[in-house]
């Protein structure tokens, strides 16, 4: 019974945790935090950036957990395991697959890692903190209403029709008007 407990706490902390860096990205990460994520919105140059001490702060606080339960206080290692399944989920999805910090070469072409995919590609799409949507990391809203939060938030209306023009005049296709459509994409 006890391991049917620990199980039930290591995956509600890890849907819960999606809440929290929820949260924290938006909250913290976008507001006074700034500081340190502001590194992940330009251009990264080597392996590493500021904003990878969030990652650090969470490992510690999840090691520190774990700490705590092995010496007696159940269920804090559950917690903490909860918070390490999450944080590994998040290096594979968000670092890995959608900014690439690791050799994985994958852009996804349907179902649910391309619409998580997408949306934290229009999360990028702002230029600095404010503006921007998709602070979650394993969920993602559908991208036609992300795109349509980024046009009302940043005075675009919506244009009909399958081909647009460009600012020379020439007509495009409808994949490339969207982005157009789009506020000017920061550099990751």
């Known amino acids: 019974m006890l391991v049917l407990w620990n199980t ?3 995956i509600t902390t890890f849907c819960l945790m999606e809440i929290v860096a929820t949260l924290a ?10 500081g340190w994520h502001r590194s992940h919105h330009e251009p990264r140059h080597g392996w590493f950036e500021v904003n990878d001490l969030y990652a650090v702060v969470f490992a510690l606080l999840a090691i520190v ?19 390490t399944l999450y944080g ?3 290096f594979l999805v968000h670092d890995g697959l959608v900014h ?21 590609r229009l999360h990028h799409a702002v230029n600095g903190k404010e503006g921007c949507v998709s602070f979650g990391f394993l969920y993602a809203a559908k991208p036609e209403a992300l795109q349509a939060e980024l046009r009302r938030r940043h005075g675009r209306k919506p244009k009909a029709g399958a081909a647009r023009a460009r600012r020379d005049g020439k007509p495009v296709a409808q994949s490339e008007s969207r982005a157009q459509d789009l506020p000017p994409k920061s550099a990751e």
């Open 100 to 120: 690439r910090r690791w050799p994985f070469n994958y852009i996804p072409r349907r179902g649910y890692l391309k619409r998580l995919y997408q949306a934290h």
């Open 8 to 10: 039930l706490i290591v």
């Open 25 to 34: 990205h938006k909250y913290i990460m976008h507001g006074w935090g700034w």
């Open 65 to 83: 957990l774990i700490a705590l339960g092995t010496a007696g206080w159940w269920p804090l290692q559950w917690l903490g395991a909860g918070m």
């Open 88 to 90: 590994l989920f998040y």
